[in-house]
């Protein structure tokens, strides 16, 4: 069974602060996803990363797969009070459709 | 606008009464999912459809069935609910990309089971 390790579940922090999340596996992903989710609300995509070691920004986050394409960490630059919510990682399981989801991070941004 | 909707958005029910969710996709997608999301676990497939009349179990499928008579529609139905299935369930519907599958979730529907 695949299973995707997602770290810190819960993330407290001050505006302005740098913050990393972390998804591990000891298993080979075909892509993995980042979602964010509000409350009352389902995930909605954030990024894509197909190719191993693959980088992708957008604004102050920056999502990074690993060599292996067994891990992915989400960065944040400068956390805004707007970046609280309910992230999610997915690993898609051999291009095949099946997201494998990890437990999510749920981040508080305090002003 | 292209979307998947859900219905009901929440629901209280008993114990043994038979329930539907409903979802509807307007994006021609061929292949639909059924997720429930509890709190530590992340989200985990129920069901999934790969087209019209073919369905499939994911890893959670106990106690639930879906059926598949036309591409836009994907119904969860609870034939005997029970409360271990309260839960919050989000539908999704998948768009092959070349690399990878892109999927689009449904606003969820709250059940509690009393």
């Known amino acids: 069974t695949q299973l995707l390790e997602q770290s810190p579940q819960f993330l407290s922090i001050q505006e302005g602060e740098n913050l990393t999340v972390y998804c591990n596996s000891s298993s080979v992903f075909s892509s993995l996803q980042w979602y964010r989710q509000e409350p009352g609300e389902g995930p909605v995509l954030l990024v894509t990363?197909?190719?191993?070691?693959e980088v992708k920004k957008l604004k102050r986050l920056t999502f990074q797969f690993g060599d292996a394409r067994k891990d992915s960490s989400l960065h944040i630059t400068a956390a805004q009070p707007g970046d609280t919510g309910l992230y999610l990682c997915a690993g898609e399981a051999s291009n095949t459709g099946k997201l494998i989801f990890g437990q999510g991070t749920t981040l508080q941004v305090k002003p | 606008e292209a979307q998947v909707t859900q219905n009901p958005r929440y629901l209280i029910t008993v114990t043994g009464k038979k329930l539907t969710v409903t979802c509807s996709q307007n994006?021609?997608?061929?292949?639909m999912s059924w997720y429930r999301q509890d709190p530590g676990l992340g989200l985990r497939q129920i069901y999934y459809s790969m087209n019209v009349e073919v369905t499939d179990k994911g890893d959670v499928p106990e106690g639930y069935k879906v059926s598949r008579k036309e591409k836009r529609n994907f119904p969860l139905i609870l034939e005997s609910p029970s409360p271990n299935q309260t839960s919050l369930y989000f539908c999704?519907?998948?768009?092959?990309?070349?690399?990878?599958?892109?999927?689009?979730f449904g606003p969820g529907t709250r059940l509690t089971v009393l």
């Open positions: 999704a519907s998948t768009i092959s990309n070349p690399s990878y599958n892109e999927q689009f």
């Open positions: 994006m021609n997608h061929e292949y």
């Open positions: 990363v197909v190719t191993g070691g």
